[in-house]
């Protein structure tokens, strides 16, 4: 049996008694103050355990919301390194697509296309 149970118990065996004495008198006077005690340690126990509910259900909350946060960084990041990769990717193939057009530019004299000349012009500065 619990403490709180065991408080309950107690007031209502006093609320019993206090049928049996004399309105006014000290004996019931008496038994209303030590009940009046014990209901105050009910109400406070109460109060304790709900603030705990309270406390433990936002700690859940918080905990929930910072899982969520830390899967929207996971994936902020992976596409991060996506876009880090695809970029690398990317200017790798340019330079690769430019060397080998300066390549064919040396075999034949002439560049076949714009990008090409663009790139062969940002190799060899005119100065």
């Given at each position: 049996?619990s403490?709180?149970?065991?408080?309950?118990?107690?007031?209502?065996?006093?609320?019993?008694?206090?049928?049996?004495?004399?309105?006014?008198?000290k004996?019931?006077?008496?038994?209303?103050?030590?009940?009046?005690?014990?209901?105050?340690?009910?109400?406070?126990?109460?109060?304790?355990?709900?603030?705990?509910?309270?406390?433990?259900?936002?700690?859940?909350?918080?905990?929930?919301?910072?899982?969520?946060?830390?899967?929207?960084d996971?994936?902020?990041?992976?596409?991060?390194?996506?876009?880090?990769?695809?970029?690398?990717?990317?200017?790798?193939?340019?330079?690769?697509?430019g060397?080998?057009?300066?390549?064919?530019?040396?075999?034949?004299?002439?560049?076949?296309?714009?990008?090409?000349?663009?790139?062969?012009?940002?190799?060899?500065?005119?100065?």
């Amino acid at each position: 049996m619990s403490m709180e149970d065991l408080l309950r118990t107690e007031i209502e065996e006093n609320l019993e008694n206090m049928k049996d004495f004399e309105l006014g008198s000290k004996e019931y006077e008496s038994a209303v103050e030590s009940t009046c005690k014990l209901v105050d340690r009910v109400i406070s126990i109460d109060r304790n355990a709900d603030d705990y509910n309270l406390k433990d259900k936002a700690r859940e909350a918080d905990i929930e919301v910072k899982n969520i946060q830390l899967e929207k960084d996971k994936r902020n990041q992976m596409i991060q390194n996506g876009i880090t990769v695809g970029s690398i990717v990317v200017s790798t193939a340019v330079t690769i697509w430019g060397t080998l057009a300066s390549f064919k530019f040396e075999k034949e004299g002439t560049v076949t296309t714009i990008l090409g000349r663009q790139f062969i012009s940002k190799l060899l500065p005119k100065k």
